[in-house]
């Protein structure tokens, strides 16, 4: 056993140098070395579940591509009703359009390095007797977006849009997009000044078992 352990020790040992120089010969700096690291274990998914919160306030820090790859992969593992996979997702960057949609609603005015607008295309949804079931496929989407964004460290806040008629409208026509998209929310994203702490929320009064 204390052969194995130092066997162990040793192959351990050489992997994280590996890593290492893989890092410093691309480029990277300090804060993206680690980050490499953090990114080899990420957050457990109860951690990730308890420290999930909605940010109204954040740093100008850019969220990086590859991050913003990683949350949309995320949000398009979620499930979908008959599997139609209806969503659409506008990844905004760009600081005037990102004002426009600041404005939509008084409940859409954060001033956020990212906004991720999660819409839903009727036309590749359920038959028209069922066309609402795009709004669960969506929503499950989104709260993939917000696990994934917590896992990363960025802080999230979803800021709904359907069913506000006015609002739907707003972003369509700002995004240019055609009517049988509809957006269903709003995600402003981006790094926070304070770590939310971990807190559960649960009641259990909210739980009715039938045996």
Request: hydrophobic share 35%; glycine share 6%; charged share 25%.
């Amino acid at each position: 056993m204390r052969q194995l352990a130092y066997i162990w020790f040793n192959i351990h040992k050489v992997l994280s140098h590996i890593v290492e120089q893989d890092c410093w010969e691309n480029n990277y700096n300090k804060e993206a070395y680690d980050l490499h690291l953090v990114r080899g274990k990420r957050m457990e998914l109860e951690e990730v579940m308890y420290k999930r919160r909605s940010s109204r306030e954040f740093l100008t820090k850019e969220i990086a591509d590859e991050d913003i790859d990683t949350l949309t992969h995320y949000a398009m593992s979620g499930p979908s009703a008959c599997n139609k996979r209806p969503w659409e997702f506008y990844i905004i960057k760009n600081a005037g359009i990102r004002g426009e949609l600041r404005k939509v609603t008084k409940y859409t005015d954060y001033v956020s390095p990212l906004i991720i607008i999660v819409a839903g295309n009727t036309k590749r949804a359920l038959a028209l007797q069922l066309n609402d079931f795009w709004i669960q496929d969506c929503s499950a989407a989104i709260e993939n977006i917000l696990l994934g964004a917590t896992s990363l460290g960025i802080g999230s806040c979803w800021c709904g849009l359907k069913p506000q008629v006015r609002p739907v409208k707003k972003v369509q026509t700002i995004l240019g997009i055609e009517k049988h998209i509809v957006p269903l929310g709003l995600i402003h994203l981006g790094y926070t000044a304070q770590e939310p702490e971990q807190r559960s929320q649960y009641d259990k009064k909210r739980i009715h078992i039938m045996e």
